[in-house]
């Protein structure tokens, strides 16, 4: 069984760029969150999809957005990049709405 | 009402003592309450949860004790080994499955 898969690993942007971050989930998981952990931080939900469909909403701004095709997987797009914007970020997916989440090893963002 | 707060920030155990990290929240429509274990360079794995309907969880070295009319939390873990040392982050939600709010993490180092 395939778990959680995030790409890239790490990557450094500078400040106004736009960066798209991916994720596969675990086989069978129709899914998917995304979280961002500040360095030393606990994560923080940016938003869940379900079949598709944004499934609820973190308190962040509108220039992070997201998809989720129809094999499951998903991507985390971040428009006019912000030096605060540098962070761990996590894919979690699960088994339906009602599933446990199992997170991926996260993709490192620095803005500089 | 969002918040989880935990504490400590940093622990040190002496091998085979027993570590305790706690949590407190806010929002009583929370209803499920996990311990996530982060390693460096890893995402957060799932290590033990509960629900409010029962005070006590034991899973091996591990125990969740909950109080709800405190709404506070605690991870108890047995015979601390010094695979053990890792970032612990405690976290809540409206159901499993749902979107997590994580306290701020506690980093055990158990000396040998």
């Known amino acids: 069984e395939t778990g959680v898969t995030q790409s890239p690993t790490h990557l450094i942007k500078t400040r106004g760029q736009q960066v798209t971050l991916r994720c596969s989930s675990q086989s069978g998981h129709n899914t998917v969150s995304w979280y961002q952990q500040a360095l030393g931080q606990g994560p923080q939900f940016i938003f869940q999809y379900y079949r598709e469909e944004e499934n609820g909403r973190g308190n962040f701004p509108p220039r992070f957005s997201g998809l989720q095709f129809p094999n499951y997987s998903s991507e985390l797009n971040v428009n006019a990049l912000e030096l605060d914007d540098s962070a761990l970020y996590l894919c979690?997916?699960?088994?339906?709405?009602?599933?446990?989440?199992?997170f991926g090893e996260g993709s490192r963002l620095t803005v500089l | 009402q969002q918040q989880v707060k935990q504490s400590p920030q940093s622990l040190i155990v002496q091998k085979g003592g027993i570590s305790i990290i706690n949590c407190a929240y806010e929002?009583?429509?929370?209803?499920?309450f996990p311990w996530y274990q982060q390693f460096p360079g890893k995402g957060p794995a799932l290590l033990i949860a509960?629900?409010?309907d029962v005070s006590e969880k034991k899973e091996g070295r591990f125990t969740i004790s909950f109080n709800k009319s405190a709404k506070q939390f605690s991870l108890h873990i047995m015979d601390s080994q010094p695979g053990d040392s890792a970032t612990y982050f405690c976290a809540a939600s409206w159901g499993l499955g749902r979107a997590l709010t994580f306290g701020s993490g506690t980093r055990l180092q158990v000396q040998p």
């Open positions: 979690a997916s699960s088994a339906g709405q009602t599933g446990e989440l199992f």
């Open positions: 929002n009583t429509a929370f209803d499920y």
């Open positions: 509960i629900r409010p």
